[in-house]
């Protein structure tokens, strides 16, 4: 039984939608419940908490969902919530849905967003880490990212199979925004010739060294993030200028590393963040992030978390020697 004042949460999702956020729900609910304390769920981000969108959230209707990708709160961005009138909306809702506190799950603009409602809302907020891209600091992985990486392997390696068919020049597009978290997880796991990300400036270099000579029976893959300044399609231009001859094709992988199933790791991160969360709430913290740092449960301010983060020197060293 509880007997902190907290008696009523409410919890969204917000930004992109990732594998593992499902999960995450069912874990905050299932371990509010035992506390003798209500969830209620906002749909479409802060969209939900502007309008009063809201549901009762329980357990046993969560747990059928673990295993789906996606998020059943749906998610949105709102640029209604950027502004200090849709802020002072949502601490309306909030006082007139008597909510003690509040959990959200998603990536660093969300985290932003808790940080500017924390000027004129005196609720604790926990955050959970939900984001693909895994470019979040104070977690080694955030929800989705092991899930993403997985399809985008599944996917490439079917690829590699075709293009080793035909000899040709494959260039893979796979999702990371500002991020080459997903690029060089898959790219090394698939064996690609160059994988190309927004945080490196000699990886192209390599690459046109490479393929300029490339005339052979094996296929040559390149996995390009989505945010690489150079981009798929200057890329493949740039191939072409040096070697001209090449076979070459463009596939972008896009919003299908997004949904399917969370893998088994997604699916334990979403149950011990879930749980971390209201159990740091329960404990009196507020305006701090749960992730897992070295398999233990970690709290990192929101202020930490919103700092820019890039790859880790281990990886770039990586990618150099496999890019080489």
Do not use: W
């Not at 199979?161 to 893979?172: L, Q």
């Not at 300044?229 to 972008?252: H, M, Q, Y």
């Not at 199933?261 to 971390?276: C, E, F, T």
């Amino acid at each position: 039984m509880s007997t902190n004042k907290i008696k009523h949460i409410g919890v969204f999702t917000s930004g992109g939608d990732s594998p593992g956020m499902n999960a995450a729900l069912y874990a905050i609910v299932k371990s509010a419940e035992v506390n003798d304390i209500k969830v209620s769920g906002f749909r479409k981000g802060y969209e939900g908490l502007i309008d009063g969108d809201l549901v009762q959230l329980k357990s046993h209707e969560l747990q059928k969902l673990t295993q789906k990708g996606g998020t059943m709160l749906k998610t949105a961005r709102s640029k209604r919530f950027l502004e200090l009138e849709g802020r002072k909306k949502a601490l309306e809702t909030l006082n007139t849905n008597k909510i003690d506190a509040l959990i959200a799950i998603g990536g660093d603009g969300t985290f932003k967003g808790l940080l500017a409602f924390s000027e004129i809302c005196n609720i604790p907020f926990i955050g959970i880490p939900g984001t693909i891209d895994n470019d979040i600091s104070g977690t080694d992985y955030t929800l989705g990212f092991d899930s993403a990486v997985n399809t985008a392997i599944e996917n490439i390696d079917k690829i590699k199979d075709t293009a080793e068919s035909h000899n040709r020049v494959f260039i893979v597009e796979v999702m990371g925004r500002d991020s080459g978290y997903i690029g060089i997880h898959s790219g090394l796991m698939v064996g690609a010739d160059a994988i190309l990300i927004p945080e490196s400036g000699t990886d192209f270099m390599y690459l046109l060294d490479k393929v300029k000579n490339y005339d052979s029976e094996d296929a040559f893959l390149i996995v390009v993030s989505e945010g690489d300044e150079i981009g798929a399609e200057l890329v493949s231009s740039k191939i072409k200028e040096v070697n001209p001859n090449v076979d070459l094709r463009i596939t972008k992988l896009g919003h299908v590393q997004r949904g399917g199933n969370p893998s088994a790791l997604d699916r334990m991160l979403g149950i011990r963040l879930g749980v971390a969360a209201v159990n740091a709430l329960l404990q009196g913290r507020s305006n701090v992030m749960a992730g897992v740092l070295n398999n233990q449960l970690h709290f990192t301010s929101f202020e930490e978390v919103v700092k820019q983060h890039e790859v880790n020197k281990e990886l770039k060293e990586l990618l150099e020697l496999f890019g080489k």
